[in-house]
């Protein structure tokens, strides 16, 4: 009589093997498809420093009037800082008073209004840097705007304040004139904007975060 061959044995706990219950962990291990690591969590979507919306776009609105409103101090200091040529009508002309004024009167309005916009330009950029709430891209249009704004009303109250003599102040014989206030390179203006984002830029530069520690 022939002896069959079992064949094979079966380690009990194997794939396949019959009535055998599968070991602890190797359902998971042999399943398929096979599960994947999961990996890390993903970062939030979005561009850091416009997660607060309209509350940022009201901040930003408020920081455009108040430096626009700043400009009229700026204006001031300007028309009281910058130098000033004072003429006496005669019969046949002006005159200067005292010692003749130099050719650098006019630029000499320009670089105190530099002086004077960048110095508010500094202080800006740091005022709106310490509001933490609202750091962002919005904070940053908002200070570039405000300051442009500033800038545009020093200008127009200056020159309000410091206009050229007229034609009848200019017949008045023995009367005393002034020369006017103006800028003599529209691109000072750019003076202050610049000086802001200057301060904020390099402010958030150093801030390793990319949420800016709002």
């Known amino acids: 009589m022939t002896e069959q061959n079992p064949g094979p044995a079966v380690p009990p706990g194997a794939p396949g093997a019959s009535g055998a219950s599968a070991a602890p962990g190797a359902a998971s291990a042999f399943a398929w498809p096979?599960?994947?690591?999961?990996?890390?969590?993903?970062?939030?979507?979005?561009?850091?420093?416009?997660?607060?919306?309209?509350r940022d776009l009201r901040a930003a609105a408020v920081t455009v009037l108040v430096f626009a409103v700043a400009g009229v101090l700026a204006g001031l200091v300007w028309w009281w800082l910058a130098p000033r040529g004072v003429y006496r009508v005669t019969t046949d002309d002006v005159v200067p008073v005292?010692?003749?004024?130099?050719?650098?009167?006019?630029?000499?309005?320009?670089?105190?209004?530099?002086?004077?916009?960048?110095?508010?330009?500094?202080?800006?950029?740091?005022?709106v840097w310490s509001r933490r709430r609202q750091r962002g891209v919005v904070a940053l249009a908002g200070l570039t705007v405000g300051m442009a704004a500033a800038g545009v009303v020093a200008w127009q109250l200056g020159r309000l304040l410091g206009p050229a003599p007229t034609k009848a102040q200019l017949a008045d014989v023995g009367a005393r004139v002034t020369t006017s206030?103006?800028?003599?390179?529209?691109?000072?203006?750019?003076?202050g904007p610049f000086a802001a984002v200057l301060v904020?830029?390099?402010?958030?530069?150093?801030?390793?975060e990319d949420e800016l520690r709002r």
Do not use: N
């Not at 990996?39 to 607060?52: E, F, I, N, T």
């Not at 105190?112 to 960048?118: H, K």
């Open 34 to 54: 096979p599960q994947q690591d999961p990996g890390p969590p993903a970062r939030r979507a979005g561009v850091p420093g416009l997660a607060g919306g309209r």
């Open 98 to 127: 005292g010692r003749m004024p130099s050719a650098e009167l006019f630029m000499a309005d320009d670089g105190v209004f530099l002086l004077v916009l960048a110095g508010l330009g500094l202080i800006a950029g740091a005022v």
């Open 181 to 191: 206030l103006d800028l003599g390179a529209a691109a000072a203006l750019v003076v």
């Open 200 to 208: 904020y830029v390099v402010a958030a530069s150093l801030t390793p």
